[in-house]
């Protein structure tokens, strides 16, 4: 990867400002008054930072394949629009757009007409963009430039989480100033309220649909209630279990042995099938009841950029490609084909129609109290697990390339996860 963090986050910056241009432009031009058309309160669409970002990490070694960058930009950007189409919805039960009245839509969140544009517009950012807003960051003392960098992010954060806060309560009313004992505390209150209404009014009067307040979900008192933190964590747990197993009988099947197929050093967990399993219950578990066909079209393209996103961040983090489809036909640079993005897809109706129900439903039979005592056990084991497992991996990577070990955590790596063991955990890593 030739760019580094600060040039990221400033591409990322850079991208989602455009991005608040083209939409506001746009919604202004089609309303005939100003509309900032932005989800926060600042100029930015972060939608635009984070695919132009993201193609910029994934696709820079397309760069010489126009058309697979221009198709794989595609697939990304409007991925990127229809998963944050989803979570929004979910925060609220409402559609913040909805492209129900444009020819060759989906799901009334993204269309033809716009996925082609996010490809064209990826296509223009990754060929040409990227190294432009660059040279222009290099032009900027480098202390003062990476200041700006650090302040936009710090500014950033803080309005992602105010407009993330209004988001989730825009249907609550805004409670009114109450008796302080101190001048201090009336006037931070004062200041929250108004920050509040103006977030609130901004995004109503952007997206309108929004005001309309639908019923939600009666919620009991059960272990793992609804879609919330603990249901999600012990089905990214069982995900990852079941991941393994399925990914082990495969391989013997048809490689004819037993091969470890774990993405930790402790026990047989598959991350990258824990992760799927809990993003495709956020965004599929209230569309159960759509045509099995709506599913696996969403299986199969999010199942494929996700599979691809997950071969490209791994090798750019440990230096290692652990799984290469290369000699499989119809792949993309071996780290996607198209047999298992149709598997994708019947994975995601296979577990959105028959098994999340039925696994919900035993989830939710545990004990509330010990369900949370256990849960939080296993939440202390995997972090460990996985911060150990990455530890592991980069010295892994830092002895291929003759590094030797300085500081007492990579003495220790060196010990207990020496390359004999790395190999019998992760039989296919190889060499980027």
């Known amino acids: ?74 697939i990304l950007g409007t991925t990127a629009e229809w998963v944050t189409g989803k979570l929004l919805e979910r925060m609220n039960h409402q559609k913040w757009w909805d492209y129900s009245d444009k020819k060759f839509n989906f799901d009334g969140y993204i269309c ?17 963009g990227n ?47 109450t008796q302080w004992n101190h001048a201090l505390g009336k006037w931070t209150h004062k200041l929250r309220m108004f920050i509040v209404r103006h977030v609130r009014n901004r995004m109503i009067k952007a997206y309108p649909s929004i005001q309309e307040k639908k019923e939600e979900d009666e919620q009991a008192e ?8 603990y249901k999600l964590f012990w089905l990214f747990f069982i995900g990852s279990l079941i991941g393994d197993l399925v990914e082990t009988i495969f391989m013997r099947i048809t490689a004819g042995e037993w091969v470890s197929r774990s993405s930790l050093v402790w026990g047989p967990f598959s991350i990258v099938w824990g992760m799927a399993i809990v993003l495709a219950t ?13 599913i696996f079209c969403v299986g199969t393209l ?14 750019i983090v440990f230096g290692k490609i652990f799984w290469d489809y290369s000699k499989l036909p119809f792949n993309l640079g071996g780290r996607v084909n198209l047999l298992y993005c149709l598997f994708w897809g019947i994975a995601a109706v296979l ?17 509330k109290k010990f369900g949370k005592v256990v849960t939080w056990i296993a939440v202390v084991f995997m972090v460990v697990n996985m911060a150990v497992s990455a530890l592991a991996l980069i010295r892994y990577d830092a002895r291929d390339a003759g590094e030797p070990a300085v500081y007492s955590w990579e003495q220790w790596m060196d010990e207990k996860f020496d390359d004999e063991r790395m190999k019998v955990i992760y039989p296919y890593a190889k060499d980027r």
């Open 1 to 74: 990867m030739k760019y580094t963090g600060y040039e990221l986050l400033w591409l990322f910056f850079i991208y989602s400002f455009v991005g608040w241009v083209i939409e506001t432009i746009a919604a202004t031009i089609k309303k005939k008054t100003f509309i900032n058309k932005g989800l926060f309160s600042g100029p930015v669409c972060f939608v635009y930072g984070i695919s132009a970002t993201l193609m910029t990490i994934v696709f820079w070694e397309l760069v010489d394949e126009p058309f697979f960058l221009f198709l794989g930009c595609t």
């Open 112 to 128: 033809l007409s716009y996925s082609i544009l996010w490809g064209i517009l990826g296509m223009v950012a990754v060929m040409y």
């Open 131 to 177: 190294d432009l807003l660059v040279s222009v960051f290099h032009l900027i003392p480098s202390i003062l430039g990476k200041g700006i960098v650090l302040a936009m992010c710090a500014i950033g954060l803080m309005d992602f989480v105010t407009s993330m806060a209004v988001a989730l309560r825009i249907h609550q009313e805004i409670p009114a100033v």
């Open 222 to 229: 059960k272990f793992a209630e609804g879609c919330g933190f």
């Open 282 to 294: 956020i965004l599929l578990y209230r569309d159960k009841e759509k045509p099995d066909r709506y």
């Open 302 to 315: 999010m199942g494929g950029a996700y599979e691809y996103l997950c071969s490209v961040m791994g090798e």
């Open 351 to 367: 577990w959105i129609k028959v098994l999340y129900p039925k696994v919900s439903y035993l989830i939710e039979k545990v004990p």
